[in-house]
């Protein structure tokens, strides 16, 4: 199944950028406005929650959020409810504070229920149970890597957006933080994302630690799995991405290539522990090198 998300791809720049300048004048507003105070600062309020999250996703690395975001549901709804709350209720507002944080709120609702979820159906190719698919793809110095090299070890082999994906980006590190752990169980670790190879190096060289990193080039291994999406990447960042990407995809093969755990997460923004698959691993007998 190939999912097109060329929509998601215009949305997600300009939504950020709007919802900023819609929570800036609100603040400006509520300061200046006192007839109206606190409707803008409920204004504010619910153009709060994706700032918030997108700067925390800035300062430190997020490799995984709730599903549905509750506390920052409750407060984008608090702030419209404020909003409303001064203009219906106590008649002390005009329509504008309102409506800006209806549609702030409707920006973060549009993101958590739509934006971070594709639809996504399991690949039949990547089931527990199954065996790990042949490939052949280039590594991030351009040499030829098989995936007959995985054969009698362990393995994780993780599908990632790119670099420009702060969770996928996030998730390799913690990975890299259990390297100790995957090596101790003899585990070889994959990384194949559709990017160029100098955006792979890049993050290869970033982590110092023997882990193989693959280019998908034209996402071809990810449209022979069904686990592609095109048109993914944000339409800003196309001069140095390519467009099409696969969905995040995290795999763990025992020594005999069976899949003992797939995790294809339908939701870009909650992502397996490492914890879930090391017990896995250890449960289903991967022995140390």
């Known amino acids: 199944m190939q999912i097109n998300a060329k929509n998601k791809s215009l949305f997600i720049i300009p939504a950020s950028a709007l919802i900023v300048?819609?929570?800036?004048?609100?603040?400006?507003?509520?300061?200046f406005d006192w007839s109206q105070r606190t409707a803008w600062i409920g204004?504010?309020?619910?153009a709060l929650?994706?700032?918030f999250l997108l700067l925390?996703?800035?300062?430190?690395?997020?490799e995984r959020t709730s599903e549905n975001l509750p506390s920052l549901l409750m407060l984008a709804g608090t702030g419209f409810v404020i909003a409303v709350w001064q203009h219906l209720v106590e008649q002390q507002s005009d329509w504008v504070p309102t409506a800006v944080a209806g549609l702030a709120a409707l920006i973060f609702l549009l993101y958590v229920f739509w934006y971070s979820r594709f639809g996504r159906l399991a690949s039949r190719h990547l089931s527990v149970g199954g065996v790990l698919p042949d490939f052949e793809l280039r590594d991030s110095a351009g040499e030829l890597f098989n995936s007959d090299s995985l054969a009698g070890a362990p393995a994780v082999v993780m599908?990632?957006?790119?670099?420009w994906c702060p969770f996928c980006v996030a998730q390799i590190a913690e990975i890299v933080d259990r390297y100790k752990d995957l090596e101790a169980l003899g585990v070889n670790i994959v990384m194949i994302s559709s990017q160029s190879d100098i955006n792979s190096q890049n993050l290869a060289r970033k982590f110092d630690v023997?882990?193989?990193?693959?280019?998908?080039?034209?996402?071809?291994?990810?449209?022979?799995?069904?686990?592609?999406a095109n048109n993914v990447v944000p339409i800003g960042l196309l001069g140095d991405y390519v467009a099409d990407a696969?969905?995040?995809t995290l795999i763990v093969a025992n020594a005999s290539g069976t899949i003992v755990f797939s995790d294809q997460t339908d939701n870009y923004r909650v992502r397996p522990e490492p914890d879930v698959f090391l017990a896995i691993l250890r449960r289903t007998g991967a022995k140390s090198k």
């Open 21 to 31: 300048v819609l929570l800036l004048a609100s603040v400006m507003q509520a300061y």
């Open 49 to 51: 929650p994706l700032p």
């Open 159 to 163: 599908f990632y957006r790119g670099n």
């Open 246 to 248: 696969a969905m995040p």
């Open 43 to 46: 204004a504010a309020i619910a």
């Open 56 to 62: 925390r996703m800035q300062l430190s690395p997020v």
């Open 210 to 228: 023997p882990i193989t990193f693959l280019v998908d080039k034209d996402n071809q291994l990810a449209e022979r799995l069904d686990i592609a």
